[in-house]
């Protein structure tokens, strides 16, 4: 069977009806020139990154995201520059054989852990059903523009 041959469209397709002609109807319109998709998603993706709604969602993901990193890359570099800079502070005992560096290096992992636990809670109660509906929102324009009808 050849590529081009109307039947493999059709069984490709999902087996279109034949249209009086005996060839198969077509179940979705032509296919659109590569210039035209990408002219007609290109504008749907600006008009998406020109709406207020996107604009909420990255502003509430930048208004989580900068200060986080920013305040876990400064208590890391802090651990570090103390680990360097000031060993008989990081040597000295808190319980027994655990002292102030221990605790420290123990404090990253759990901060990690804990700014994990942020992030997917803030994201999961203030952005994600957000950006779903902005993704839905996209998907159906994009789906108008080329004209599916399903």
């Given at each position: 069977?050849?590529?081009?041959?109307?039947?493999?469209?059709?069984?490709?397709?999902?087996?279109?009806?034949?249209?009086?002609?005996?060839?198969?109807?077509?179940?979705?319109?032509?296919?659109?020139t590569?210039?035209?998709?990408?002219?007609?998603?290109?504008?749907?993706?600006?008009?998406?990154?020109?709406?207020?709604?996107?604009r909420?969602?990255?502003?509430?993901?930048?208004?989580?995201?900068?200060?986080?990193?920013?305040?876990?890359?400064?208590?890391?570099?802090?651990?570090?520059?103390?680990?360097?800079?000031?060993?008989?502070?990081?040597?000295?005992?808190?319980?027994?054989?655990?002292?102030?560096?221990?605790?420290?290096?123990?404090?990253?992992?759990?901060?990690?852990?804990?700014?994990?636990?942020?992030?997917?809670?803030?994201?999961?109660?203030?952005?994600?059903?957000?950006?779903?509906?902005?993704?839905?929102?996209?998907?159906?324009?994009?789906?108008?523009?080329?004209?599916?009808?399903?």
């Amino acid at each position: 069977m050849r590529f081009d041959d109307p039947w493999y469209d059709a069984l490709a397709s999902g087996w279109g009806e034949l249209d009086g002609t005996g060839t198969p109807a077509h179940l979705v319109p032509p296919a659109r020139t590569a210039t035209e998709r990408e002219h007609s998603a290109a504008d749907i993706y600006l008009e998406v990154q020109r709406s207020a709604a996107f604009r909420q969602v990255r502003s509430r993901y930048r208004r989580f995201v900068f200060p986080a990193t920013l305040g876990f890359l400064a208590w890391y570099f802090a651990y570090v520059v103390a680990a360097t800079a000031a060993p008989e502070l990081m040597a000295r005992p808190v319980a027994g054989a655990v002292n102030v560096a221990m605790v420290a290096g123990l404090g990253q992992f759990l901060t990690t852990f804990l700014l994990t636990w942020a992030y997917t809670r803030h994201a999961r109660l203030r952005r994600d059903r957000a950006a779903l509906e902005l993704r839905w929102d996209t998907q159906e324009l994009a789906r108008l523009t080329k004209g599916d009808v399903r």
